[in-house]
């Protein structure tokens, strides 16, 4: 389904009823990464999934892409599917989204769930790795980017084992377009530091880290429950940072464990 947002097209997907719930997905990825979660949730609860701008079927406007606009976006959609408040659901850059969700519509969100994300800025070495990828994006496309991610976004079980998991994130990643990789990229890079604003987050948080997770390991999974006041930590063992594909089935468990125990906030939740 499509939403006319600010002019620009976002592609989503509008499943189940109850308590909405909505994903909001990695870097370089598109809501199609969140099938497995589509499929074990739609009976527990309202499951929305979008891609993002730039990615997947939604537009891809001139970026860069903030991560302030990628929420605009998502209250947005939220407006014109009705909903006043929804558990979002973000991992790495869809963490950063959440963040920055929160920080302007703080009324809107009935609780989150931080998945493989960071709460700080990149070092000056993490921004200028983005500014290369996003040329490399650019000047090579997205199957560079995606080979680049095999080489940092999993654990080793998974690259030495589990091919059809790289499989599957690579023709998530190839069907995007390399305009907004880079985009998405260069708003990575200059997003607003979240770390003085953990201990604001009054809602229920669920923190979910990958044990092998390279690009956001559990330490700083570990430094944002700390600052969160109440939120609860679950590493996903087996997963490095793509946790949802890897592990799916650890993940939708603990999803699962915490939207029931939010049962009465933002409307009931119907088991099935």
């Known amino acids: 389904m499509k939403a006319e947002i600010d002019g ?7 499943e189940g009823s109850g308590l909405p719930v909505i994903f909001i997905h990695a870097f370089p990825m598109s809501r199609a990464m969140w099938d497995a979660q589509v499929a074990a ?10 891609d993002l701008r730039g990615f997947g079927k939604s537009s891809v ?34 963490g950063y989204v959440s963040f920055a969700f929160h920080r302007a519509y703080p009324d809107a969100v009935i609780a989150l769930v931080l998945a493989d994300t960071r709460a700080s800025v990149d070092t000056h070495e993490g921004r200028e790795r983005r500014f290369k990828s ?22 080793r079980s998974t690259v030495e084992g589990r091919k059809e998991i790289l499989q599957r994130a690579r023709t998530i990643i190839e069907a995007n377009s390399p ?43 570990e430094a944002m429950r700390d600052g ?26 603990a999803l699962i464990e915490f939207i029931g125990s939010l049962e009465g ?3 009931a939740i119907e088991q099935g």
Request: a negative charge.
């Open 228 to 253: 969160i006041p109440h939120a609860r930590l679950k590493v996903i063992e087996g997963a490095g940072h793509m946790s949802n594909l890897e592990q799916p089935e650890q993940f939708n468990a």
């Open 61 to 94: 406007p001139e970026g860069p892409y903030s991560m302030d606009a990628m929420a605009s976006d998502v209250r947005a959609l939220m407006a014109h599917l009705d909903i006043d408040g929804a558990v979002l659901v973000g991992l790495s850059m869809g």
């Open 41 to 50: 949730l739609r009976g527990v609860c309202r499951v929305i999934t979008l």
């Open 134 to 155: 996003a040329e490399k994006a650019e000047r090579e496309g997205a199957a560079a980017i995606a080979s680049d991610m095999e080489l940092v976004a999993f654990a």
């Open 265 to 267: 906030r933002g409307g």
């Open 8 to 14: 620009i097209e976002i592609d989503y997907s509008d």
């Open 179 to 221: 305009a907004g990789i880079a985009a998405a990229q260069r708003g990575m890079a200059a997003r607003h530091d979240s770390t003085y604003t953990l201990i604001g987050i009054d809602c229920p948080t669920l923190i979910l880290v990958g044990s092998e997770d390279a690009l956001t390991p559990p330490s700083e999974a």
